[in-house]
Nanobody
Framework: QVQLVESGGGLVQAGDSLRLSCAAS????????MGWFRQAPGKEREFVAA????????YYADSVKGRFTISRVYTKNTVYLQMNSLKPEDTAVYYC??????????????????WGKGTLVTVSS
């Protein structure tokens, strides 16, 4: 069993930056493809970014490409989402998720084994 806890959300203005963190505990972190998803009010959950367990490959939704960066630090069992040039449409609850030995396309479809409870990001105009 893997527990995922997100942090770092908050209220910011358009153009600002935020860094979300996802701390994993419960078992080994290695082997897990990790991803970030978000759900805005009244909308379905959508994929944001994912990183392979090797950290060699990453994958982003078109809407965040060039603005968001996903990374992971194995020694800290933590995954990060650096969000720059935030827009009001980035407002959502952001969820961290993990899947054992998953490919990036599969992870992007939301086929994850474990999910965190989310952290709220609000971007004002």
């Amino acid at each position: 069993q893997v527990q995922l806890v997100e942090s770092g959300g908050g209220l910011v203005q358009a153009g600002d930056s935020l860094r979300l963190s996802c701390a994993a505990s419960g078992r080994t972190f290695s082997g897990y493809t990790m991803g970030w998803f978000r759900q805005a009010p009244g909308k379905e959950r959508e994929f944001v970014a994912a990183i392979m367990w090797t950290s060699a490959n990453t994958y982003y939704a078109d809407s965040v490409k060039g603005r968001f960066t996903i990374s992971r630090v194995y020694t800290k069992n933590t995954v990060y989402l650096q969000m720059n040039s935030l827009k009001p449409e980035d407002t959502a609850v952001y969820y961290c998720a993990g899947a054992l030995f998953s490919s990036l396309p599969t992870a992007a479809k939301g086929a994850m084994d474990y999910w965190g409870k989310g952290t709220l990001v609000t971007v004002s105009s």
